[in-house]
């Protein structure tokens, strides 16, 4: 017979992670970005610069549509800019503007700080 998982620490981590993730939206919401904005600038930095919509897409886990929606939303609001790629004039690459840029900056060093908080009760979690 196998071993009954352990169920507690599953509902354990799984509430620490919703934590997360409500306290992440607030923090967006205090600097004046929706969840997905907030997303959509890690997105964008996290890889480097001036990735596609597709590639953004696939980050979000979004559909291309849904993507391009999101883009013009935040380009509308002054968060980020595209650009047709010089090699390939089909793709629009993505880029932060300054504004978007600063208030990601802001984000993402309360995370680092709120991941560190955090750290300890998760790797507990996990050696059990």
Same mark, same amino acid.
């Not at 509430?15 to 997105?43: D, I, P």
């Not at 090699?87 to 993402?108: K, P, W, Y």
């Given at each position: 017979?196998?071993?009954?998982?352990?169920?507690? #620490?599953?509902?354990? /981590?799984? !509430?620490?992670?919703?934590? /997360? %993730?409500?306290?992440?939206?607030? =923090?967006? !919401?205090?600097?004046?970005?929706?969840?997905? @904005?907030?997303?959509?600038?890690?997105?964008? #930095?996290?890889?480097? +610069? =001036?990735?596609?919509? +597709?590639?953004?897409?696939?980050?979000?886990?979004?559909?291309?549509?849904?993507?391009?929606?999101?883009?013009? #939303?935040?380009?509308?609001? +002054?968060? *980020?800019?595209?650009?047709?790629?010089?090699?390939?004039?089909?793709?629009?690459?993505?880029?932060?503007?300054?504004?978007?840029?600063?208030? %990601?900056?802001? %984000?993402?060093?309360?995370?680092?700080?709120?991941? @560190?908080?955090? &750290?300890?009760? *998760?790797?507990? %979690? &996990?050696?059990?």
């Amino acid at each position: 017979m196998t071993e009954e998982p352990d169920y507690a #620490r599953l509902a354990e /981590f799984r !509430k620490a992670l919703r934590g /997360f %993730l409500r306290w992440s939206e607030q =923090a967006a !919401k205090s600097v004046g970005l929706t969840t997905m @904005q907030h997303q959509l600038l890690l997105a964008i #930095r996290g890889r480097g +610069g =001036a990735p596609t919509i +597709g590639e953004i897409a696939e980050d979000l886990m979004l559909r291309h549509h849904s993507t391009g929606e999101l883009i013009h #939303r935040a380009e509308a609001a +002054g968060l *980020v800019a595209r650009t047709q790629d010089a090699g390939d004039r089909r793709q629009m690459r993505v880029t932060a503007t300054g504004a978007g840029n600063r208030l %990601l900056h802001r %984000l993402s060093e309360q995370h680092l700080n709120e991941i @560190q908080r955090l &750290a300890p009760m *998760v790797e507990a %979690l &996990a050696s059990e």
